[in-house]
Nanobody, 127 residues
Framework: QLQLVESGGELVQPGGSLRLSCAAS????????IGWFRQAPGKEREGVSC????????NYVDYVKGRFTIFRNNAKNTVYLQMNSLKPEDTAVYYC????????????????????WGQGTQVTVSA
């Protein structure tokens, strides 16, 4: 059974850091494009970042550039999202997702292109 499990979300003060993990079971993340998405209350789910299948090419939404970093650890079959300089507006449920199709060397932050989803982890940025 293919499964993605996110972890690492918690309450953090503005300016703080968190590292989210997306661990896969039942399949190897090596062969999938991986995306991180988030959904705040009353808002649509949006793509935050993604990493390609080949070459580790990354893509970020403008308002997290320079603060968030996505990276893989294939040995652990896990993808991470390092989040620094967190702001209250980063508060959301964060989801990781895996895409089977699409380009090998580029990635997309379009949620409709992703096939498998985790259950989400809550990130709250508040003083």
């Amino acid at each position: 059974q293919l499964q993605l499990v996110e972890s690492g979300g918690e309450l953090v003060q503005p300016g703080g850091s968190l590292r989210l993990s997306c661990a896969a079971s039942g399949f190897s993340l090596d062969y999938y494009t991986i995306g991180w998405f988030r959904q705040a209350p009353g808002k649509e789910r949006e793509g935050v970042s993604c990493i390609s299948k080949v070459g580790g090419r990354t893509n970020y939404v403008d308002y997290v550039k320079g603060r968030f970093t996505i990276f893989r650890n294939n040995a652990k079959n896990t993808v991470y999202l390092q989040m620094n300089s967190l702001k209250p507006e980063d508060t959301a449920v964060y989801y990781c997702a895996a895409a089977v199709g699409g380009s090998s060397r580029f990635c997309s932050r379009e949620k409709n292109e992703y096939d498998y989803w985790g259950q989400g982890t809550q990130v709250t940025v508040s003083a």
